[in-house]
């Protein structure tokens, strides 16, 4: 799977049927379609299937993905709204998925990182 898709991925897991306390979350904050579209396209085509099923909303509200360059926007957009914490999960994918995360993990930093001025 692609960076991308792996956290979609990622987040389908969290919707599944054996996490109810985060399908209860998101459907209070919104997503409950997605919740609804998650679990049918798990049922009927596995994981990838669910995955796929993640809407860019919901992928675009919970996860840092695409440009890093971005990231720092992002974040501060959360931290506008009230978000003081960020636990970034990092996901290995690809031949070279050690790398990637550790890539990853330093962009995540900078983006964390306040720039002086």
Known sequence: A???QGCRETIARWVSPEM???QTLL???GFAADVDRIEAALAD???EAAGRAVSDELLDD???VGDPATWRD??????DVGVS???PYFRAYGPDGEDTVLADIRA???????RPG
């Open 2 to 4: 692609t960076g991308e």
């Open 20 to 22: 109810p306390f985060y």
């Open 27 to 29: 459907r209070d904050c």
């Open 45 to 47: 085509g596995g994981w």
């Open 62 to 64: 919970v996860a840092l």
């Open 74 to 79: 992002k974040l501060a957009r959360l931290h």
């Open 85 to 87: 914490l960020v636990c």
């Open 108 to 114: 995540a930093a900078d983006a964390l990182t306040p």
